[in-house]
């Protein structure tokens, strides 16, 4: 019985050491990208800065759809069985990566013929950072394998040479056209250091790789067309809005932006916190223990985000103002509900890792049909209507039907059941 706590103890101390790593990466990360790009957004002011988040929006979307709805497949695979997990890695490589560039042109071609020139450079740097991004699925690998501490190096070392480089070309007033060069190295030096530790931390060589590669493709293909309408969706949410809002206003888009910056920046927490503790739910075989894992962790969602909103509530219209400017303190005007859009989108992550469990996938792919529509019509109208507020507003209602009513329905009401068992004390016994 002591040796049972004792290792339990012990592994919750991985866990939460392993939290603590990404945490710290992306402490860096945020402090980093919110003070230099502060900098950036005073010197090219909110139209342009909505020009570079535009293009970076649409191509999120299209490694959503390169990815095949597989980011999450891989981390709940990896966490079971490492070996299966490095084949699915290998085996869908070439299938990314094809998906990926037959998108990409169509897109590239669209914003050429559609767009000003600005627009259209920062969409070939944004194609070509993502592009690298949608390679580097070992960052999955290392978070699966408790191994955050390696993606904690890499990514640090590729924001800093980014921001060094956004501080430069603004300190300096270099034209906007440069910082193409610092979107790119922000996940071009993350995915060159990581290969180089995968080779090092692999546990499969070349040729035990290819066994079976075509089998497990395969098999990976069937899952991923169940999930890649869910994994589009967790996009849609955020860059749906984005994109509309574009079409209407770039300046209005540059606004969102940097409340959106703000108001989830402490969304890392959230997502470290996540990523660690849910690997213990998917080696859990008891269903009252998992119910009770996901429980504490919503818990602290909950508790992480309201502190942040009265952080927020206090300091936000001193912070916008110090650091971007009177151009941008409209950005106050839903600096809130861009924390609630935070909490819920915390929440509806646990929830849909916590069907993924039971593989519910079909499930998932039906609730993202039926969300997917909602939200583009709601997105269109609100922002149509309303501007900056119909974007924001728009994201949050789709959050918060995501997380709540259209998770219901799974396997007789378990989230309900999961959501109940926060406010009961045993959970936390």
Not at 179 to 196: M, Q, Y
Not at 322 to 351: D, H, R, W
Request: aromatic residues 16%; positive net charge.
């Amino acid at each position: 019985m002591q040796f049972k706590i004792l290792t339990k103890l012990s592994s919750n101390a991985h866990v939460l050491k392993n939290s603590f790593w990404m945490m710290s990466e992306k402490i860096v990360s945020i402090f980093g990208l919110i003070f230099v790009t502060s900098f950036v957004a005073k010197y090219i002011g909110p139209v342009n800065f909505g020009k570079l988040t535009y293009a970076a929006s649409i191509f999120a979307i299209v490694r959503s759809v390169a990815m095949l709805g597989t980011d999450d497949v891989i981390f709940q695979r990896i966490s079971k069985n490492i070996k299966l997990g490095e084949k699915i890695i290998h085996a869908t490589k070439k299938t990314r990566e094809l998906i990926f560039f037959v998108f990409s042109l169509l897109l590239i071609s669209y914003v050429y013929i559609s767009s000003d020139s600005l627009t259209f450079i920062f969409s070939l740097s944004s194609c070509l950072a993502v592009y690298f991004l949608t390679k580097d699925v070992y960052s999955i690998y290392f978070n699966a394998i408790l191994k955050s501490k390696v993606n904690t190096i890499c990514n640090v070392s590729g924001v800093l040479v980014s921001l060094f480089f956004r501080y430069v070309i603004a300190y300096f007033k270099l034209s906007p056209e440069y910082l193409c060069v610092p979107v790119v190295l922000v996940t071009l030096v993350p995915f060159l250091l990581r290969t180089f530790f995968y080779r090092k931390y692999r546990v499969l060589n070349i040729e035990q790789v290819k066994k079976n590669k075509v089998y497990v493709r395969k098999a990976m293909v069937l899952i991923g067309r169940k999930l890649v309408f869910y994994t589009l969706s967790v996009e849609i949410f955020t860059k749906i809005s984005q994109i509309f809002l574009g079409y209407h206003s770039k300046y209005e888009l540059g606004i969102y932006t940097v409340a959106a910056t703000l108001g989830t920046s402490f969304h890392f927490v959230l997502n470290a916190l996540i990523s660690s503790f849910m690997t213990q739910v998917y080696k859990e075989n008891d269903i009252n223990q998992s119910r009770k894992i996901i429980a504490r962790i919503i818990s602290i969602i909950v508790v992480i985000s309201l502190c942040s909103l009265l952080f927020f509530v206090i300091f936000g219209h001193f912070i916008i103002n110090q650091l971007y400017g009177q151009k941008f303190i409209e950005a106050n005007t839903v600096l809130i509900p861009m924390v609630f859009i935070c909490l819920f989108s915390g929440l509806s992550t646990v929830s849909e890792r916590y069907i993924m469990n039971f593989n519910g996938y079909s499930y998932l792919q039906r609730k993202t049909n039926v969300l997917m529509v909602f939200n583009v019509l709601l997105s269109f109208v609100m922002i149509r209507y309303f501007g900056l507020s119909g974007a924001v507003y728009s994201l949050l209602i789709t959050e918060v039907l995501s997380t709540t009513l259209l998770n219901y329905f799974f396997r007789s009401g378990e989230l309900l059941k999961v959501h109940l068992s926060v406010f009961n004390v045993r959970t936390y016994l």
